[in-house]
């Protein structure tokens, strides 16, 4: 595996010659952030060695090499999940090619359910912890100690000044942003009003299906971890709506100058 992540991170390095200042992961129907980056490199998935191929509609799969409010990105449209079939292994794939590029900074996005009563539909929520409830974790099994260690501190999971960061851009363009605390499920059902209520109760305030394997594998190699997320519905175990698919990219596509904003802004100031 180590061999096939030293030979696809190569691959992109010959490329694009450079160490990107930031890695940034567009989550569901959050793709529009791709056309904010003046453009050096595209590289389609399919012609990059060992790279993963998307299967969800409306995920294309490409990394997008380019300037984004003067700093160099690279962002990967089209995203796995754990859901599609995967494995932990290939879902968390990119980020370790990612680490071997240089990286030290992942910007992560996603859409999600809110649980907590304060959000509403289109919010957005930036990830101050999450609970890991996938059935399998990305780092079982032996351990790579070219990676990072075997067992993993998680006291910060999401980088705090990367966070004031994003609040500080936040504030500046006056856009209402939460902290809330992600539940992760493999999916690919919407959950029960049960499940909802569940999710409530364990100290969650959003729900969704990916992320978090991500955050672990950058987490085990040392890199600074940021996540946005959009709430496309709510959920609780007294609320009867249903969730479509269209609702969600719906949703994430009324929340996406925001989002906008908020990410350019964090990768504007931060150093
Ligand atoms: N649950 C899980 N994943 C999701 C949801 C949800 O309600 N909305 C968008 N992704």
Do not use: W
Request: charged share 20%; glycine share 8%.
């Amino acid at each position: 595996m180590l061999e096939k992540i030293k030979e696809t991170a190569d691959f992109i390095k010959n490329i694009i010659q450079e160490t990107p200042d930031f890695a940034v992961v567009l989550g569901s129907g959050l793709g529009k952030l791709q056309n904010e980056v003046e453009p050096i490199h595209v590289l389609e998935y399919k012609d990059i060695p060992h790279f993963p191929q998307t299967t969800v509609a409306g995920h294309t799969g490409k990394l997008i090499y380019g300037l984004l409010e003067g700093k160099k990105v690279l962002m990967m449209s089209g995203r796995f999940h754990y859901y599609e079939g995967h494995s932990m292994e290939t879902v968390t794939f990119p980020i370790r090619v990612f680490h071997l590029l240089g990286i030290q900074n992942l910007i992560l996005s996603n859409a999600c359910g809110g649980v907590n009563p304060a959000y509403s539909v289109a919010d957005i929520v930036i990830l101050k912890d999450h609970i890991n409830m996938m059935p399998e974790h990305p780092l079982r099994g032996k351990n790579i100690d070219e990676l990072g260690p075997r067992f993993v501190d998680m006291s910060e999971p999401y980088n705090k000044k990367m966070i004031a960061t994003a609040e500080q851009a936040a504030a500046d363009y006056q856009i209402k942003i939460h902290q809330g605390v992600y539940v992760a499920l493999q999916g690919p059902t919407f959950e029960t009003p049960a499940e909802y209520g569940m999710i409530k109760a364990i100290g969650g305030d959003m729900v969704g299906m990916s992320t978090v394997p991500e955050v672990i594998v950058a987490r085990h190699m040392g890199m600074d971890v940021f996540c946005i997320s959009v709430i496309t519905d709510l959920g609780g175990p007294d609320v009867a709506f249903a969730v479509s698919h269209e609702e969600v990219l719906n949703a994430a596509n009324k929340a996406m100058p925001n989002v906008i904003a908020v990410v350019k802004g964090l990768i504007k100031n931060y150093q």
